[in-house]
């Protein structure tokens, strides 16, 4: 069943450079074709304290990779309406939710707490698969063995997945620094967070070839964000979007306390075990909540 065709996201023809008009078919090709986002990028903690949403409410949400949406179904409004331009957004939420009706919590959260479970063959064929959509069982049949995937978790596909694969291949040429990233993950208050990021990481990691790959349309692309938006963020920062994200990364490490980060937890986790985060309240958000929920 072939998507709808994306809508042109640009800004309109008149100013645009030849790289951008190429730039901008390198989105629409991906973007037409792929899963982009495997897991949401902004935390519903604040949604929650700013919406205060309750059993009159009624809320539209972007999809993305439906973490928020189920997130803000444990807050009990009336309805949750999740839209995604791109089909393949609403064909993981279709998942997660056939997840959360089908399994137990076991089973749940190896498949969408670590993205790996050995026996998702079955699961999938006999608990999942008759709970989607013409279209989600159609785009599931051919991908349901990411979730059981040699490239270690489902947090390795699609094309955010994709560029964390490129981070993780980095991060394994570079074993010392790889080595501070996960003492970061095990610190257990934000000072020593904190000193392990400005000491051991921030240099080390913010490279010349780091900032290049950053600053190149086509990791945006992979990231979902089309040229326009890109020129936007680069006329922002005096370090254009490298030095944006250095910034949000920046603010995240040294402010936010990384045991309850479970956006960045699914990534840098050597094996797909080890992402089973300390805290409750990153162990209960996200997947495990959903399915109490
Ligand atoms: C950067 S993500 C952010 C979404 C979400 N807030 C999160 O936490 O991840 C943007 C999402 O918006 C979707 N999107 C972009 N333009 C859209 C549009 N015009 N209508 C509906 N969805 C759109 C994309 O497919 C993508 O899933």
């Known amino acids: 069943m072939n998507a709808p065709a994306p809508q042109n996201l640009a800004v309109p023809a008149l100013n645009l450079t030849l790289k951008d008009r190429i730039d901008q078919k390198i989105f629409d090709a991906l973007y037409s074709r792929s899963l982009v986002y495997n897991t949401c990028w902004e935390d519903p903690a604040v949604d929650r304290q700013a919406l205060h949403l309750g059993p009159q409410d009624t809320v539209m949400v972007i999809t993305s990779a439906g973490c928020n949406a189920l997130d803000y179904a444990l807050q009990g409004p009336a309805k949750v309406y999740a839209i995604d331009a791109n089909p393949r957004q609403n064909a993981l939420l279709e998942l997660k939710m056939a997840g959360i009706r089908k399994l137990g919590f076991d089973d749940f959260f190896a498949i969408f707490g670590s993205g790996y479970h050995p026996n998702i063959k079955n699961i999938y064929r006999h608990q999942l698969r008759t709970e989607l959509s013409d279209f989600a069982r159609t785009y599931w049949d051919r991908r349901y063995n990411w979730f059981a995937s040699r490239h270690g978790s489902f947090y390795f596909h699609g094309l955010a997945g994709f560029v964390a694969r490129g981070f993780r291949t980095y991060f394994r040429m570079r074993p010392a620094l790889a080595q501070r990233v996960t003492e970061l993950f095990a610190s257990t208050n934000l000072v020593e967070q904190r000193k392990i990021y400005d000491e051991k990481i921030a240099s080390e990691l913010w490279t010349p070839v780091i900032n290049w790959v950053l600053n190149r349309q086509l990791t945006m692309s992979l990231l979902g964000v089309p040229h326009p938006q890109r020129r936007l963020v680069q006329g922002q920062h005096p370090d254009g979007v490298s030095g944006f994200i250095r910034d949000a ?34 162990r209960a958000s996200c997947c495990s909540t959903t399915w109490t929920g």
Do not use: D, H, K, Q
């Open 249 to 282: 990364i920046e603010y995240v490490f040294r402010n936010l306390p990384v045991g309850e980060n479970y956006f960045w937890r699914v990534y840098p986790a050597p094996s797909p075990n080890s992402c089973r985060p300390a805290t409750s309240r990153s």
